[in-house]
């Protein structure tokens, strides 16, 4: 098969991954092995992100197996995918063991460790994501904006002010302050770090806002007791032309849970399903606590709720028995 050929692989092994067909690119790169093709290491990355995005480890160190055995493992695009690999999936030694054996390290791979320092709590100084940082810009590592949400993200869980006000003006002088990711996490790091005012100026001073800006300052909202806000803004979203998912569902209803706001939060767990297509798969405690000590059961909208909240729990139920179903049936293999 000539190089024409292998590009027009690789093409279709990206484009798989691309679009969130992680198991037929899998197949497809089986294809490609038993027809004898010699790979190389993009396609190694490409499927490698597949197994990343699918959080399908057992299959990913299969891959990273054929890697060490075909000499790709140690090159940087292969060697970053690896790392992505390892860190979304809560093996985060084995993703620094990668980092630190990668001859050139690019921020692409300073990214892909980040992943590993957002699904686990690394309580070593020495690897602490900010000392991290600090030895690559040292190095003339220079960060982008997924280094900067990323950042952001983990200021914001371990509510770190100090470490996310330093960040801010340092994107700023990135020129990403326009950035809709690095401006949506720096709303969501100041209101987790209780900083609700500062979310609000950050929030105003943006020129225009996506779906994600959106939820990001109604969950602040939320977070802080604010339900009146929350409401406000969440009718300001659809005057604008922005449908609410779930995500905006969900803060909305915790925001009427936590201000004791339970008529509103009644009609829209009422509306959530027939105007906004959305049957959120899980629904805050406080909200349903807070209905059924507030509201009166012979309310017709109260009435409503209690009916579809019984729905939403034969759904779950569904939903955990199939999944034990699968299990039992996959053990007895």
Same mark, same amino acid.
């Given at each position: 098969?000539?190089?024409?050929?292998? *590009?027009?692989?690789? %093409?279709?092994?990206?484009?798989?991954?691309? @679009?969130?067909?992680?198991?037929?690119?899998?197949?497809?790169?089986?294809?490609?092995?038993?027809?004898?093709? @010699?790979?190389?290491?993009?396609?190694?990355?490409?499927?490698?992100?597949?197994?990343?995005?699918?959080?399908?480890?057992? *299959?990913?160190?299969?891959?990273? $197996?054929?890697?060490?055995?075909?000499?790709?493992?140690?090159?940087v695009n292969t060697g970053t995918a690896l790392i992505d690999l390892y860190a979304k999936c809560v093996s985060f030694q084995s993703a620094r063991v990668i980092f630190d054996s990668l001859r050139s390290k690019t921020i692409a791979s300073f990214n892909a460790?980040? %992943?590993?320092?957002?699904?686990?709590?690394?309580?070593?100084?020495?690897?602490?994501?900010? *000392?991290?940082?600090?030895?690559?810009?040292?190095?003339?590592?220079?960060?982008?904006?997924?280094?900067?949400?990323?950042?952001?993200?983990?200021?914001?869980?371990? =509510?770190?002010?100090?470490? $996310?006000?330093?960040?801010?003006?340092?994107?700023?002088?990135?020129?990403?302050?326009?950035?809709? =990711? *690095?401006? @949506?996490?720096?709303?969501?790091?100041?209101?987790k770090c209780g900083s609700i005012e500062d979310a609000h100026q950050i929030f105003s001073s943006m020129n225009s806002h996506d779906c994600v800006t959106w939820n990001a300052i109604i969950s602040a909202c939320a977070l802080h007791g604010n339900g009146n806000? %929350?409401?406000?803004?969440?009718?300001? +979203?659809?005057?604008? $032309?922005?449908?609410?998912?779930?995500?905006?569902?969900?803060?909305?209803?915790?925001?009427?849970?936590?201000?004791?706001?339970?008529?509103?939060?009644?009609?829209?767990?009422?509306? +959530?399903?027939?105007?906004?297509?959305?049957?959120?798969?899980?629904?805050? =405690? $406080?909200?349903?606590?807070?209905?059924?000590?507030?509201?009166?059961?012979?309310?017709?909208?109260?009435?409503?709720?209690? =009916?579809?909240?019984?729905?939403?729990?034969?759904?779950?139920?569904?939903?955990?028995?199939?999944?034990?179903?699968?299990?039992?049936?996959?053990?007895?293999?």
């Open positions: 098969m000539d190089e024409k050929s292998l *590009v027009s692989w690789s %093409a279709l092994l990206a484009a798989f991954v691309k @679009n969130d067909y992680a198991k037929e690119a899998l197949v497809l790169f089986l294809d490609i092995l038993e027809i004898g093709v @010699n790979l190389h290491s993009g396609c190694f990355s490409t499927v490698l992100d597949g197994c990343s995005e699918s959080n399908d480890l057992e *299959v990913g160190l299969q891959i990273h $197996g054929l890697a060490i055995k075909l000499g790709h493992a140690s090159d460790i980040l %992943a590993g320092y957002l699904n686990s709590n690394i309580e070593d100084v020495e690897k602490d994501p900010m *000392v991290f940082f600090s030895k690559l810009r040292f190095n003339g590592v220079e960060p982008d904006r997924i280094t900067f949400s990323r950042l952001f993200s983990l200021s914001a869980d371990r =509510a770190c002010l100090g470490t $996310g006000k330093n960040l801010h003006p340092y994107s700023t002088k990135m020129g990403l302050e326009n950035d809709f =990711a *690095v401006r @949506n996490a720096v709303i969501t790091m100041y209101a806000k %929350a409401l406000c803004f969440f009718e300001v +979203m659809k005057k604008e $032309g922005f449908a609410p998912d779930e995500i905006t569902i969900l803060a909305v209803l915790k925001a009427c849970s936590y201000s004791g706001l339970w008529e509103n939060g009644l009609r829209l767990f009422n509306d +959530m399903k027939p105007k906004y297509g959305i049957w959120p798969k899980l629904v805050p =405690a $406080g909200f349903i606590s807070t209905t059924s000590v507030a509201g009166d059961k012979h309310h017709p909208e109260s009435r409503e709720i209690y =009916a579809n909240l019984d729905l939403l729990r034969d759904e779950i139920n569904w939903r955990d028995k199939t999944r034990n179903n699968l299990q039992l049936h996959s053990d007895s293999f």
